[in-house]
């Protein structure tokens, strides 16, 4: 009833949210992906998505979709490789972002060993600068991790907004430095902070550094000082620093897949592994919310 290829189109303009990107993704025209999504309209009776000329949005549909999606589409892709007869194996180098560790990756990654038993899958979860150069020098296969403005390298897996966040009783000084908890260089979060403030001509100091994203949390948690972190991804106990404080905005963060340059042995594993992330991709943001625990998007004025 459902075509893979019209259901690998509804998630990439699910993730995307924009039928021009997830064309860009596929490898495909936009009037291609306009008919992929019309198509998979007409057969579950139902409108997926509302679209005008500034944006696009999943309904209630289709978000019910979003979880069918997955589940046909791994069953489908179960089915072809037993069919085939072939197996994946080898060696498999992947990094990512230490922002996913509080997200349901492993989950993706559990299911990519259990459909890929004789892949050995080596982790390495590292800064997103530090792994771009690691991918760079060969020795990873695949990254997933932020890319900086401007680069075009990469598969788009999602886009969120960057904000400040911090300790819910922090209180900022408007006529002292603003105190910093960031990562070393080449931390890209770290770099988009430092030119925020400069553009606005605001001083700061570094309060906090570390290489951990559980020191970065704790730190903030302490009420040292306030940190760039995506939206979506805020760690539990902390909240984004109210409007007033006058911090400026901080724009977008894109995070994306990207292929090592070289040819190698682990190509196939790599490409599976990439399609499995790119086909879970909403299920990147933060797993869940303790109890009495703000929201993600809440301030400490909502709390």
Partial sequence: MYDPSQLRTFLAVAQTLSFTQAAGRLGLRQSTV?????????????????????????????????????????????????????????????GASEDFVLTRLPEILEGFRHDHPEVDLELTVELSGTLHEQLTAGKLDLVLAKRRPGDPRGELVRRDELVWIGAQRLRLDPDRPVPLIVYPPPGITRA????????????????????????????????????????????????????????????????????????????????????????????????????????????????
């Fill in 34 to 94: 306009s008919q992929h999504v019309r198509r998979l309209e007409d057969a579950t009776g139902r409108t997926l998505f509302t679209r005008d000329t500034h944006s696009v949005e999943l309904t209630e549909d289709g978000e019910a979709m979003l979880g069918f999606a997955r589940r046909i589409l791994e069953v489908h892709e179960q089915a072809t490789t037993f069919f085939a007869g072939t197996r994946l194996r080898g060696r498999l180098r992947f």
């Fill in 192 to 303: 988009l902070a430092f030119e925020a403030l400069q553009r606005q001509g605001r001083a700061w100091r570094v309060a906090c550094t570390s290489g951990s994203l559980n020191g970065l949390i704790a730190a903030a948690r302490a009420g040292l000082g306030v940190m760039a972190h995506s939206r979506g991804l805020i760690p539990p106990g902390l909240v984004p620093v109210p409007e007033r404080a006058g911090l400026p905005e901080l724009g977008r963060v894109e995070f994306v897949l990207v292929h090592g340059r070289r040819r190698t042995a682990a190509q196939g594993a790599a490409d599976a592994l990439a399609a499995a992330v790119l086909g879970g991709g909403d299920r990147l943001h933060r797993r869940w919310r303790g109890p009495g625990e703000p929201r993600p998007g809440a301030t400490a004025a909502d709390t």
